[in-house]
């Protein structure tokens, strides 16, 4: 049978890179991209597949069902990789109807037109992409198991939590064939500009205040995106019925310490004497609720399936700030929002 694959959020930061990855290395899969374009969907990131005979861009929203019906039937979805969410935790704390909104119920509209369409579940994946915020926050010991109880801390991560559990429901109670996988923090090229990596690069660049939340203590487990892509594509293609795998980096950094090492490297790369972006950190309010530290024990997904990551957390980083140094036009396009008529322009 062949596979005509749903990706959910594809013009997204991370669904972008899973997009290309699956155009590129399965030709004889066609790869249908849906998105609605909000605010981090940008085309633009998919510039170097968009005319690939095996890819098609859909421009649905998850919460219309009559449009995601439509789509299964148009394409005869096979799969499902789902991507598609709200995922700044900031914009939760403003406004966390809109996460329920895309997050839960979206979620579930596209769990119903899978149980509609698809006849003989054992043909058929769906496969739902997570956080490791829905296991809440870990003290100084210890890592998030597939087997953690889930404890979200903010709307962002109860709204995920939710969709996770609907996942299940829908396993245990339909017998649709799922699998789950749980992420630590991705960084990377494309990535929008309001998250903290990419927003330290172009404040930086632009001699801007550097915003650090409390004392920039807080702890996280980072992931270079195209890893993330290869680890999906490994569980997409491998993983078991029903099963949980978490992803993560095994490189656990302070913020602060995140933020200061940009410096550097910037400082470096601009041609500024050591120390002058250093002055740029401003320690701001600390968020409401914010999590202390995560941290994920990635060996399911190492021993089971064979994926680990390719890049330590200093190489991916080096890589990140030399992409976004080398496409200053993607990133005014981004600042400025005129990436927002890419559709516009090469799609209508």
């Known amino acids: 049978m062949k596979k005509n694959i749903l990706i959910t959020g594809g013009a997204g930061f991370i669904g972008s ?37 095996n890819y098609t861009f859909e421009k649905v929203d998850i919460l219309d069902e009559s449009e995601l019906n439509q789509v ?16 700044h935790v900031d914009r939760s704390i403003s406004d966390p109807l809109a996460f329920v909104r895309t997050n839960v119920i979206g979620t579930v509209n596209l769990l119903n037109a899978a149980k509609s369409y698809w006849k003989d579940y054992e043909k058929h994946l769906f496969y739902h992409i997570s956080t490791d915020e829905v296991y809440g926050s870990l003290d100084d010991g210890g890592f998030f198991l597939e087997t953690t109880p889930y404890d979200p801390q903010s709307p962002y991560s109860a709204s995920k939590a939710s969709s996770d559990h609907f996942v299940r429901a829908y396993n245990n109670t339909y017998k649709l064939r799922t699998v789950i996988s749980n992420c630590s923090n991705n960084y990377g090229p494309n990535q929008f500009p309001e998250k903290l990596i990419p927003l330290c690069i172009n404040n930086i660049k632009n001699n801007k205040a550097l915003p650090v939340y409390g004392k920039g203590e807080n702890i996280r487990d980072w992931l270079y995106v195209v890893d993330h892509a290869r680890a999906i594509d490994v569980v997409f293609h491998s993983g078991k019925n029903g099963e949980t795998y978490n992803i993560g980096g095994f490189n656990e950094w302070k913020n602060i310490d995140i933020v200061r090492t940009l410096c550097k490297i910037m400082d470096r790369k601009l041609g500024r004497e050591e120390g002058t972006s250093e002055k740029l950190i401003t320690f701001v309010k600390d968020r409401a609720g914010h999590d202390h530290r995560y941290a994920i024990d990635a060996s399911k997904i190492q021993q089971e399936l064979g994926w680990e990551p390719s890049l330590q957390f200093e190489e991916g980083i080096e890589k990140t700030v030399d992409w976004y140094l080398g496409n200053e036009a993607w990133l005014e396009n981004v600042t400025s929002g005129n990436y927002q008529k890419y559709y516009e322009e090469h799609y209508e």
Request: proline letters at 2%; zero cysteines; a negative charge.
């Open 72 to 87: 299964f039937e148009k394409h005869d979805i096979t799969d499902v990789i789902h991507l598609a969410a709200e995922s």
């Open 17 to 53: 890179h899973v997009v290309a990855l699956f155009v590129k290395n399965y030709p004889d899969y066609h790869i249908v991209n849906l998105d609605v374009l909000t605010y981090a969907g940008n085309l633009e990131n998919l510039k170097e597949i968009e005319g690939a005979s």
